[in-house]
């Protein structure tokens, strides 16, 4: 059975730990439109597309570049795009907030960061990390959960200053599992934080499946305990995603407090560049989720209104690589860092500890 939430009518999302309902979704795997209206017109639904396929190029492209040395250990998003997409798709990107971790790309390129940045964070390059004045984002997070405590700063400092933003969190299934996933959620229960928190169980934690992760039906009940509503949607109908956060937002935004969504999706790509997935994970998973690819869906639904074809796809692409290509060569005209920029860019004043280490550094030769 499928789980109906209105659009436009925000709903408590009722948890039953013996008999969750199916996840939340608007488009099936065919490109069928479930409900009488979609949540996005056309043209936004085209925009989310573009959004994710530039997030999948960029990041197969990251891929190549470090298997050819040119780059440092990347995580891809490939299959998981809908999620960050969809969720970025509901905020306001002049106020709200987008936290990820670090296989978010597509997300953090669609709520304003600079490609050219994306590339050089991976390049070992603290200008990376920067976030350009404007910009409502945390830089990537490579700690496990780190960011989720972050986030709900930034909500309940948005709230005590009598201001609406919001701020979404990104993190992983395994991330769910953490101290730092729950006490900061119990937290945001209790002030209300305008915070939403955005797990993308995409099955694995590296090699740790997601049976092995929690005894839990679901991510999204996980929610009960702090008191606040969870809801399981398809990670990979960007429509539903879309739909779930705008619910989240405006009770957010009404003081309503915070909401845990699960997106419910698959790890299409790799791991990191550093792992070999071949070695745990069975073939006939990534087959039987290729056709449940974000893209293929959207494809399919926009297909049948008319309003994509091989001339509109070829478009695109071209498009996406033209706009790779600029900002990779851009990449590739600043100066490749120096080791202590890893140390110095941190503070504005070193503390003693990174003063040691950047002492210690200094004196070695291969400084
Ligand atoms: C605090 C912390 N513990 C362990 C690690 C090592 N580590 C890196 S990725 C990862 C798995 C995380 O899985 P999940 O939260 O499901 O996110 P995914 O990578 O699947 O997106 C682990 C354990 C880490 N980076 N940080």
């Not at 396929?53 to 050819?68: K, P």
């Not at 960050?84 to 002049?94: C, K």
């Not at 779930?244 to 915070?258: F, H, L």
Request: charged share 20%; proline share 6%.
């Amino acid at each position: 059975m499928l789980q109906q939430m209105e659009i436009g009518q925000p709903q408590p999302y009722t948890f039953t730990v013996d008999n969750p309902p199916e996840p939340f979704q608007l488009l099936d795997q065919a490109g069928n439109l479930l409900v009488d209206t979609p949540p996005l017109s056309d043209e936004e639904t085209l925009k989310g597309l573009r959004a994710i396929l530039l997030g999948r190029r960029f990041d197969e492209l990251c891929i190549n570049l470090q298997r050819r040395g040119l780059m440092v250990t990347f995580a891809p998003g490939i299959g998981q795009e809908a999620c960050t997409v969809g969720s970025v798709m509901a905020l306001d990107s002049r106020r709200d907030w987008f936290v990820p971790q670090y296989r978010e790309a597509a997300g953090q390129l669609l709520h304003g960061s600079p490609l050219v940045n994306n590339f050089l964070w991976h390049m070992g390059s603290p200008l990376g990390f920067y976030i350009p004045e404007g910009v409502r984002m945390l830089p990537f997070q490579a700690g496990v959960a780190g960011q989720i405590s972050h986030a709900v700063g930034l909500a309940w400092g948005s709230k005590l200053q009598g201001k609406t933003d919001v701020a979404v969190v990104h993190f992983g299934d395994g991330a769910s599992s953490q101290g730092d996933f729950y006490e900061p959620m119990n937290l945001a229960g209790v002030v209300k934080a305008p915070v939403i928190f955005f797990c993308q169980n995409n099955y694995w934690a590296i090699s740790l499946s997601r049976n092995l992760q929690t005894a839990a039906q679901t991510i999204a009940q996980k929610a009960v305990a702090a008191g606040i509503p969870g809801i399981q949607v398809d990670g990979n109908d960007l429509f539903a995603v879309y739909e779930a956060t705008c619910q989240a937002v405006e009770r957010a935004r009404r003081g309503e407090g915070p909401t845990l969504i699960e997106g419910v999706t698959y790890r299409l790509g790799i791991h990191t560049t550093a792992d070999d997935s071949s070695r745990y994970e069975p073939v006939e998973y990534k087959e039987e989720w290729r056709d449940k690819d974000p893209v293929l869906r959207l494809q399919r639904y926009l297909e049948r209104r008319g309003k994509w074809n091989a001339d509109i796809a070829q478009k695109m692409e071209a498009e996406i690589k033209a706009e790779l290509d600029a900002a990779w060569e851009e990449a590739q005209r600043v100066p490749i860092s120096r080791m202590d920029e890893g140390l110095t860019h941190v503070f504005a004043e070193m503390t003693p500890r990174l003063r040691q280490q950047y002492d210690e550094l200094k004196g070695d030769a291969h400084a």
